[in-house]
């Protein structure tokens, strides 16, 4: 069932000493702040660069370290060839888990859903612009995926022109998912880009409650917005209430 919401280092294995951890805990209704302050450090599983400023941002005010899996870009690359995006968040989640056995492993898998085009790109928003979108690997630049959907929206009005960003976390250990949570951000597709501070569909995904694109917000304030904060604070709620933070 899916629920519906520091410094990026490599994880060494080794818990950095309380002194150097950040002090400040952030507040999270549901969520216990002395589990917070004795949580490890979270391993992700990925190499976007952009998704992990996203998710520094969003577990900065919580005091929460980011790391990335060790050795992640040598390890054979998960085929996101799923149907959907929590097949896809699940796959990679239980595939990279096996690689640190007795650590929880956190994937996401994202995208973009716009209503005018039928939910699409969809789980093909990162290859949207690919030669075979379908196929799970071979990501197209984000440049070549904004211009195809300028293209597909041409036509279409500014009142049509609706959609939400979608993420799925899911949470694994030892190659079984754990823990599926789901975070949405809803908003409009612009007909030209603005801000230089994103990535992917960022420059022309406008938020209306912030009167800016994705992609003219810091990562912090931007995690209180997107996708992928909502996401990351429902598995923080999560983790607090039902892992064992002293072992995960």
Not at 80 to 91: H, I, L, M, S, V
Request: charged share 25%; aromatic share 8%; net charge neutral.
């Amino acid at each position: 069932m899916v629920e519906e919401t520091k410094p990026v280092a490599e994880y060494s294995g080794v818990t950095p000493p309380e002194s150097s951890r950040q002090s400040k805990v952030g507040h999270l209704v549901g969520l216990p702040v002395a589990c917070l302050r004795t949580m490890k450090r979270i391993l992700i599983a990925t190499t976007n660069p952009g998704k992990l400023r996203d998710f520094r941002g969003a577990a900065e005010s919580f005091g929460v370290e980011i790391a990335s899996l060790p050795n992640l870009a040598g390890l054979p690359e998960v085929a996101e060839d799923g149907p959907t995006f929590e097949a896809n968040a699940r796959k990679k989640a239980e595939a990279y888990s096996r690689y640190v056995p007795g650590e929880m492993v956190i994937a996401d898998d994202s995208g973009l859903e716009v209503d005018a085009l039928g939910g699409a790109p969809g789980v093909h928003s990162a290859r949207y612009a690919a030669e075979a979108p379908l196929s799970g690997s071979g990501n197209a630049t984000d440049e070549a995926n904004n211009a195809r959907l300028l293209r597909e929206l041409k036509d279409v009005s500014p009142l049509r022109r609706t959609g939400r960003f979608v993420c799925l976390i899911a949470a694994a250990r030892g190659g079984r998912t754990l823990h599926v949570v789901r975070g949405e951000a809803e908003g409009t597709i612009l007909d030209a880009p603005r801000g230089q501070l994103g990535f992917g569909y960022d420059p022309l995904f406008y938020c209306p409650s912030m009167g800016k694109t994705f992609a003219e917000l810091p990562p912090e304030e931007k995690a209180r917005y997107s996708h992928r904060g909502a996401a990351f604070r429902k598995f923080l709620v999560w983790y607090s209430r039902e892992a064992d933070c002293d072992h995960a």
